[in-house]
């Protein structure tokens, strides 16, 4: 069941890492519960964040 659970949290940051990347905004996370949430909006935060710094570098 962990690991169901896991797969799932990992996957929601996926998703918001790539919501990030293609510019979604934070309000557009698709997840109602707290974990997957969290987790999705780590994505768009990491995404976000690597984002910057490849913009800085061109």
């Not at 780590?42 to 964040?49: K, Q, T």
């Amino acid at each position: 069941m962990k690991r169901q659970k896991r797969d799932r949290l990992e996957r929601a940051r996926a998703r918001g890492y790539q919501a990030g990347l293609s510019g979604r905004s934070k309000e557009g996370c698709p997840y109602q519960s707290m974990d997957a949430r969290g987790y999705w909006l780590g994505g768009w935060r990491d995404a976000l964040d690597d984002r910057t710094i490849g913009l800085m570098a061109k």
